[in-house]
Structure formats: structure tokens, C-alpha cells
């Protein structure tokens, strides 16, 4: 379990040509076993847990693991295993939970990756939404008994022809509505008008939705859910850049404190006028916590809102006045680079910049130049244009806090997502409407 460090299998290999039918249970969680999945433990017809999580085990699950017919609990997580997932574990009648986060399999098997059987609520769930490179497709087949308690993304960047292969079968997309135009020109072509594309976020810029309206397309998305954890995020941003709280992390940590005594300081977070780039449902959420900083909130969007906030017609204007600007924009064409060289420059030396919107919201190079000469002070980013690549010069600056798209990356909301998008492909499938349609498509459902 993480207190010794196992390096490979060679220290299991008794168990290659022996049935030991006592063994029920295996957890060799958080060590160093390397390696491709092992075959022998498919000898160990009584095993019922299996925790091999957090080690360096790669390559396919051995295909023998599914005839293993009384295990309960798989945890494979956080190691490096590859290729497709047997569709035999599907026929593991007493499987309960199976973990298979963040590694890269691909499951082209439409009754596997991400689904439970509704008709038995204790299992299997499937808990692979955060695999890092988890693909999968929604097929037809037995999609009815199924509810999806995530559905990952199907990466389709270099293999539209697998796509399209699948497209006469498919039924429902699950797409991130960053990148899901991948899946989307794919797939639409192919779908007929009873489909159903659902967003697993706010956002769905992503998607073309007039071009699946025009087929009777259902788009659904997950508005709500993400306001309070994107919010916070953006605070927390805010608060880091005020606070130095990384270099000050980094001074105690290298010793500095020690060596050379108080670090210098840093500056109130209390009082500061806040410019919101989008009042929308986040830009409220965060307007509400921000007061209990006093700050006082000014906003910028394509309309004056019944709001107790002064509205700027011009953001530029807004951003000379602020101390802070913070974007929590939608993206696309319309408001790609709205955070340009001017409204970067109006921030001045002493402006923070925070963007937990879209990358494609902020000129990265006019940013990028304003940070490094000096014309803005201080950016909290956990967005950028060609994500998940950021500019090596953003790398190496202390003023600068970066934060890997997490903003709303917590189990709580993550799992709250998911429930909205299995109960919108379900409600889809009972009654051919939607919980949370885009406006788009409303009509449609």
C-alpha cells in the first residue's frame, strides 16, 4: 500500500502457475510495479478487489481479467494503461466500481467506458470522465437499460475515419464545448434528426449548433453547475497575484526565509475596484463573494443590466479605472482578443489581469509583452489561447500565477456535471426532450 516500494512483478511471479484460491483481495496501491498488466492475475479465480492504482503499469488490461466472475471492486487509476478496454468486463454481473482515471484507453465499446445499468443501481460505475486521453463513443445498442454517469469525450483530432466508422451507429456525443467542433463536423453529417449532442460545460462555443439544429439536433449544456467553483477560482487568482502567495511559498520553501530574514511584502486584496468582463450567471456569483472584500464591482458586457454595479460602455474606459479586470467571457469569433493591447495598457503598471473565461479572449502576445515590459503589473491565468501549450516567457515570470484550466475542476462539481448530462441523454432517450437545451435548439426539445 505505498509503504514499501515494489518496482516490478518479478517479486509476484509465484503466482504465474498457481490458482491460490484464498486470495481475494490484492492492493499494491502507490508503488513503483512497472510493467505491462499482468496476465497471471487472472489465475486468481477468487479475487474480488484488485488495487493497483497510482503505479507505472502500462499497455492493454489483459482480456483474461473479465473471466474473473466474482470481482467487486477494479481500481486501475493513475497508471499508464493503454488500448481498448475488454468488452468481457461488461459481463461481470457483481463488478460495483471499476476506476479507471487518467490513463490513456481508448473504449470503443459503446455498452463500457462511462456507463452504469440504470436497472441496478449498485453498480458497475464506471469512473473514468478525468481519463486524460479516455475516449469513447455513445452507440445505439442496449443504450436504453444505460445511464451515463460520464460520458468521456471521443478524441477525433487525428481519427475522423474511426469517427465517421462509428457515426452509423451512434446515437448521442458527449463533446467538451471547447473542442467538441471536432466530433461535431464528424459526426453531424451522418446523424439523422432523432440525435442528441450534449456538452459537458457551460460553454459550447465549440459547436456547431446552427448545423445541428438544421438537423434536428438536440445541444445540450451544464449552465449553473460551474458558477460558484469558476468563481472561487477566479478569487483565488485574484488573492495570489495580491498576496504573493507563490513566490512567498517558494521563499520559505528554498530557505530564503532563514537566510535572509521577512520576505518583501505584498499588497491588500481588501477594497480593490474590480472590473467584471461578463456579468453573466459566473460574473454574479462572483460579484456576491467579492463584497465581502468591500471591492467596489464595475462591469462591461453587450448590455446594461438591472444591477446595483456601474455599467461602462467602454472597456477600456472600465479597465483605466480598475485595479483589477476579470473576464469570464464565452469564446468564439465575437469576442476573440476583446482583452487587446489597449485595455491591457488602460490596466497600467498596478492593474491585475485574471482570465478564467477563454483563452481566446486575451491578445496572449500583447499580454505576454505588457507583462514583461512592465505596462501591466500582475495576471492570474487559468485559460490560454492554445491550450494546453502557454508561452514559454509566461513560464518564467513571478508576477504571473497559472492555473491548468481548473476552474471548475472539483469532484463536487464534476460529479454534478455528470448527473445533469446522464439525466439529459436519458430524459432524451425515455421522452426526445432535454433538461438544459442551448438556446440554439431549445426549440427542438
Known sequence: ???????????????????????????????????????????????????????????????????????????????????????????????????????????????????????????????????????????????????????????????????????????????????????????????????????AWAGYEGIDVRAAAARGILVTHTPDILNEEVATTAILLMLSCYRNILTDDHYVRSGAWAKYGPAPLSRTADGQRVGILGLGRIGKALARKLTVFGAEICYHGRTRQEVAFRYYPSLVEMAQDCDVLICITPGGAGTRHLVNKDVIEALGPEGTLINVGRGSTVDEAALVHALRNGALGWAGLDVFEDEPNVPEELLEMSNVVLLPHAGSATRETRAAVSALVSENLLLHKREGRVLTPVPETKYLS
Request: contains cysteine; aromatic residues 8%.
Open 1 to 199: 500500500g505505498g509503504s514499501a516500494s515494489i518496482c516490478s512483478w518479478a517479486g509476484v511471479t509465484c503466482m504465474q502457475n498457481l490458482r491460490l484460491s484464498y486470495i481475494t483481495q490484492i492492493q499494491l496501491p502507490n508503488n513503483m510495479i512497472g510493467g505491462t498488466f499482468p496476465d497471471m492475475l487472472c489465475n486468481l479465480k477468487d479475487l474480488t478487489h484488485i488495487d493497483l492504482s497510482g503505479n507505472q503499469i502500462y499497455g492493454p488490461i489483459a482480456p483474461c481479467l473479465g473471466g474473473i466472475e466474482g470481482l467487486i471492486d477494479i481500481k486501475l487509476q493513475d497508471n499508464k494503461l493503454a488500448g481498448h478496454i475488454p468488452s468481457n468486463i461488461a459481463a461481470l454481473e457483481v463488478l460495483q466500481y471499476i476506476n479507471l482515471n487518467n490513463n490513456p484507453i481508448w473504449c470503443p465499446v459503446p455498452d463500457i467506458c462511462g456507463l452504469q445499468w440504470r436497472d441496478d443501481p449498485a453498480g458497475p460505475r464506471w469512473d473514468c470522465y478525468r481519463g486524460q486521453g479516455v475516449r469513447a463513443g455513445v452507440t445505439a445498442g442496449n443504450y436504453y437499460k444505460l445511464h451515463v454517469d460520464c460520458v468521456p469525450v471521443y478524441d477525433v483530432t487525428d481519427e475522423m475515419g474511426v469517427c465517421h466508422e462509428w457515426t452509423d451507429r451512434t446515437q448521442s456525443v458527449c463533446a467538451d464545448g471547447l473542442v467538441g467542433f471536432k466530433i461535431v463536423h464528424a459526426v453531424y453529417a451522418d446523424f439523422d434528426g432523432d440525435g442528441d449532442t450534449d456538452v
